[in-house]
């Protein structure tokens, strides 16, 4: 496999950089916990396995050649990541009731991963950017497919164990309210930066 350590190297670099999933899957395990924030982050890499699936089928290519495609995506991801940002900010201290009602699940990690526009362009640039077999385009995707989703569920698994280790901090109203007001704004940060590149 050609080329195997520099696509590792760059998709690690790429998946574990702040971004809109990283943030979110943080905010979770700091207000739900790991063990109740795993549904989400198996939506976000499941999710990421379609996003793949889409870039290297030339599906999202196509997509956004169509004349005026790309705003209205783009119009979409930010409507959707200032609905989650909100979410995240206004969210209340959590009490043990609140955590089994607002816990986050495997359809909204789906979803964020669909519309997640840097997901898109770390995709885009690691299928064009690297070739780990030549002359075998089918296995060339599917080897990408693969390691690319160890280092994403890695990488998810590392910002879950962030996000808890600032757990006890919800229980303090003010501590709560400060730390997901931050995570709101680096969210909209990311995307902002995301949608920039």
Known sequence: ?????GFVLAGLALAGSPG????????SAAAFGVRRSLGYMIGIVAGMVVVMGLVAA??????????????????????YFAYLALRIATAPPLSEQAVRDRQ????????LSLVNPKGYAAMAALFSG???????????????????????????MAWLAAGAALTR????????????????VLLVASVAFALAL
């Not at 290519?61 to 995506?73: F, I, N, R, Y």
């Not at 986050?104 to 979803?111: A, E, K, R, T, W």
């Not at 296995?139 to 497919?145: E, M, N």
């Open 1 to 5: 496999m050609q080329g195997l350590l």
């Open 20 to 27: 809109p999933a990283t943030l979110s899957l943080a905010a």
């Open 58 to 79: 030339g599906v999202v290519g196509v997509l956004l050649a169509v004349p005026g495609a790309t705003p209205v995506v783009a119009a979409l991801a930010e409507l």
């Open 104 to 111: 986050p699940c495997f359809g909204g990690g789906l979803f």
């Open 130 to 156: 690297f070739v780990l077999m030549r002359d075998r385009l089918a296995l060339d995707a599917a080897a990408k497919v693969i390691v690319l989703s160890a280092i994403i569920a890695a990488v998810d």
């Open 169 to 184: 901090c919800f229980g303090d109203p003010r501590a709560s309210r400060a730390i997901n007001v931050t995570f709101a």
